[in-house]
């Protein structure tokens, strides 16, 4: 179960949670005969208010290359104040005379 709570929303208030603070969280299961145990602790950073995009990928370098794979490295880009969800890469294959390109995640 996912539960989705933002910062300004009205069950936000009813928790309290600041934009660009840490929290810890832990959820534990209520039934007609009692409660489980709290479970792990789970800790989250919400998002700055003036978050912006984030800094575009820079000092991208191949560690290794094989006959059917890569090996990428970077270093992460500054995240501006939202959490980074991914990454995306995107690659096309060069063939004398035309290009073929694929993006993954």
Request: charged residues 20%; proline residues 3%; contains cysteine.
């Amino acid at each position: 179960t996912t539960i989705v709570v933002q910062c300004g929303d009205s069950a936000d208030k009813q928790m309290g949670l600041n934009p660009g603070k840490s929290y810890q969280f832990r959820v534990r299961a209520i039934s007609a005969v009692g409660a489980s145990s709290w479970g792990e602790i789970g800790v989250v950073r919400t998002d700055e208010v003036d978050a912006k995009i984030p800094d575009t990928v820079n000092s991208l370098r191949v560690v290794k290359a094989g006959p059917n794979s890569v090996q990428l490295k970077w270093y992460d880009s500054n995240d501006n104040g939202a959490t980074l969800l991914g990454y995306k890469i995107k690659y096309r294959r060069i063939v004398m005379g035309s290009t073929s390109s694929a993006t993954t995640t």
